[in-house]
């Protein structure tokens, strides 16, 4: 009944994507629970816990509408950056990247003479061997050159960091201070903090193209999945998009040519710029 009361609760203001990732939070939190023996019996959550269905997460899906940035808003938001958010978005649409992949990016990953970034993907630790636009390459090394120096001497090698020095995606220590006269702070949690996401915002507030549910910088990812698709060869855009590919195939496959992720990436340029020279327009 608690966890009935409880779920009612939650549907009450959550979306129902929402509603699921947080009750598989509850209950990975009460299973880690019975697994450490911190309580005796696994917990009996009743059949009114259970996560929103399928249907219903398509049903929200399709009211939301594409997550998607057209090629005229994508222009617009380049055309209106400042050059450090020019080319973290000029990122996400050539590699795939995402808010972490981008406060994480260390300088010594990106080898400007080549044009390729080497760089694990920070969720999945999937290799990632990425080709870069001219555009991209150009906008980067502006981005670099304004670089604040870094807070903390550990961020020194970032790409990216905030006009304080710090990383763009961090998660800060939020500490409480004991009501006893000369008792300690303790740790009480941690604030996930990205700085990206709220910078990105206002920028597509400015633009006034924030008004589809769910648009932010995050999108940048399907962007890139669902035009590099297009490039017939979901295999490449599985690599450059950091994805774990779990089929025997993906234990067997040992590498993919430059080649086939050079035209992946063609695929999209072309798309964006609307240049047609192929595979070759990718290379510095």
């Not at 816990?49 to 049903?59: D, E, G, I, Q, T």
């Not at 694990?120 to 150009?138: F, G, Q």
């Not at 500490?175 to 915002?201: C, H, M, N, V, Y």
Request: proline share 6%; aromatic share 8%; glycine share 8%.
């Amino acid at each position: 009944d608690d966890f009935e009361e409880f779920r009612a609760s939650l549907a009450n203001r959550l979306a129902v994507s929402s509603l699921k990732n947080e009750i598989n939070r509850v209950r990975v939190l009460l299973k880690f629970a019975h697994d450490q023996r911190l309580i005796k019996e696994t917990v009996a959550y009743g059949q009114s816990f259970n996560r929103p269905s399928a249907k219903a997460l398509r049903r929200e899906r399709n009211a939301a509408g594409p997550k998607l940035f057209s090629r005229d808003e994508l222009l617009m938001i380049l055309d209106a950056a400042d050059p450090v958010m020019k080319s973290m978005v000029l990122l996400g649409a050539n590699a795939g990247f995402g808010n972490t992949d981008i406060a994480s990016l260390p300088r010594s990953a990106v080898n400007f003479e080549s044009g390729w970034i080497d760089f694990p993907r920070p969720k999945t630790e999937n290799p990632r061997h990425v080709p870069l636009w001219p555009e991209t390459i150009a906008a980067l090394r502006e981005a670099i050159s304004k670089r604040p120096s870094p807070k903390n001497e550990a961020d020194a090698n970032l790409c990216f960091l905030t006009r304080q020095g710090r990383p763009w995606v961090r998660v800060k220590p939020r500490t409480k201070t004991g009501e006893t006269e000369g008792e300690d702070d303790e740790p009480e949690t941690a604030i996930p903090i990205d700085a990206l996401s709220q910078r990105f915002s206002k920028l597509l507030k400015r633009l006034g193209i924030n008004g589809r549910r769910g648009l932010g910088f995050y999108t940048l990812r399907h962007v890139f999945e669902t035009i590099a698709g297009e490039s017939k060869d979901q295999v490449a855009v599985n690599a450059i998009m950091g994805h774990v590919d779990s089929s025997m195939a993906g234990v067997y496959r040992e590498r993919i040519s430059d080649e086939r992720l050079r035209a992946v990436v063609s695929t999209v340029h072309g798309w964006l710029f609307g240049g047609e020279d192929g595979p070759s327009s990718v290379t510095p």
